[in-house]
Structures are given as C-alpha cells and as structure tokens.
C-alpha cells in the first residue's frame, strides 16, 4: 500500500531533550516536505526537500533541523525542543513531473513539549 | 504574502448542501486543493481544481473557482453525519505543480442529525 509513515504518532517531552520524528514514503517521490499544524493558523511548511541532499527552508524553520540521506526518508530533528513547539506535525510526499498534483501525508505526529 | 483565508466554523443540518468559501493570494497557481481531516487522522485529499477550470464536480462536491476574484468554493450535496471533519483549502505556491501547499486555517464542518 502507498503511504507515508511516520512514528512516533504522540510523543511528550521535556524542554531541551533532543528528538526525532522519522518520515519514510514508499512511493519512489523526489518531494518530501515537513508542516505544522496549529489551531487557526492552518499547516505551515517547516522544511522540503526537492531530493536526495537537496533541502530546504520552508515558513518556520527556526529550531528544526531536517536530513535527506535517502529518498524514502525524511527525519524532522529538534535540537533543544521548546514549549512553543508543542504541535501537531504532518510529513508529504509528491512525485515531481508535469503529471503529479497531489500531495500525500502522514497520520502526523502530536509533540506536546513541557 | 502568500495568503489563504477560510472562515472556521459552519454548521449545517443532514440532507442539507455545505458551502465552505476560500480566499487566496497566488494568482499563478496551478492547482488548487480541498484536504479533509477527520479528528485524530492526517490530511485526505478531497478534491483538487486546474487553475483553467471554472467548475469541477465529484460525485456530491462541487468546486467552483473564480479567477477573477480569487475565490475558491467547496459545496457538498446532501451532507452526511460522517462528513464531519476540518476542510482545509489549499493553493500551490507558484505555476509548478510540486512544491509548498499554502493552507486556509481550515473549515470545521459540523453535521447536525
């Protein structure tokens, strides 16, 4: 089956205590990217990821950190996560060419940061 | 900026038609999409519209895109309880088709039996 994964799904943490959050795809897509979701402001982009090697900054990349090793993955690190990083995290995946429209995400992960 | 603006709550009786409104800013953009979330599940794809259309119709959705006015519309014909869920309207950023989705801050839908 085609589908984003991502894990944890829920995780609570203290401020400073450095974690991961993994994205993986099995659809073969170059574009990868990284949102947030936050009530009444929609999902913002973090960080995307045109391909292998190839990222970028999206709207709101200030302690968040991304690698792109492999095409499948796509892991979003918080160095010394904060309160105000409490949220609701979705990763997609686009196949890039003429022909692609849609993006595909993740079940999202719930960080709560205390 | 690049701007998407929904309003955030409607409610609607079943059997009932839902219209969820969305403003945007890009005017070059390629596609634009309707996202359904359902509490405590990711993002669906509900249905998208080529920036060359004026009207797409799916089954009981409707879309229609105003160009001129940057207005996008989401119609949903006899609304069901399990059509329940935020509606976020998306746009693309720029002429491509792949690339940073600009979200509304999202439509919650509420169904009343």
């Known amino acids: 089956e085609a589908q984003v994964t991502q894990n944890p799904r829920y995780l609570i943490t203290v401020t400073g205590k450095k974690l991961t959050v993994t994205c993986s795809q099995n659809m073969n897509h170059e574009y990868m990217s990284w949102y947030r979701q936050d009530p009444g402001l929609g999902l913002r982009q973090i960080y995307y990821?045109?391909?292998?090697?190839?990222?970028d900054k999206g709207d709101v990349p200030e302690g968040y950190k991304v690698s792109r090793k492999e095409k499948r993955n796509f892991p979003l690190i918080l160095e010394s996560p904060s309160p105000n990083q409490t949220s609701l995290y979705f990763c997609a995946s686009q196949r890039t060419g003429t022909a692609s429209y849609e993006q595909y995400f993740g079940p999202g992960t719930r960080l709560t940061v205390t | 900026g690049e701007d998407v603006e929904q309003s955030l709550f409607l409610s609607v009786r079943e059997g009932d038609s839902s219209v969820i409104n969305c403003t945007y800013t890009d005017s070059s953009s390629t596609y634009l999409y309707w996202y359904k979330q359902e509490p405590g599940a990711g993002l669906q794809l509900l249905t998208y519209?080529?920036?060359?259309?004026d009207m797409k119709q799916d089954q009981r959705l409707t879309v229609l895109l105003n160009k001129k006015d940057k207005h996008l519309s989401l119609r949903i014909a006899d609304t069901q309880t399990g059509d329940s869920a935020i509606y976020f309207c998306?746009?693309?950023?720029?002429?491509?088709?792949?690339?940073?989705?600009?979200f509304g801050q999202g439509t919650t839908l509420q169904v009343k039996p």
């Open positions: 519209i080529f920036s060359n259309m």
């Open positions: 998306a746009e693309i950023l720029g002429s491509g088709n792949t690339g940073k989705l600009i």
């Open positions: 990821s045109m391909n292998v090697e190839v990222t």
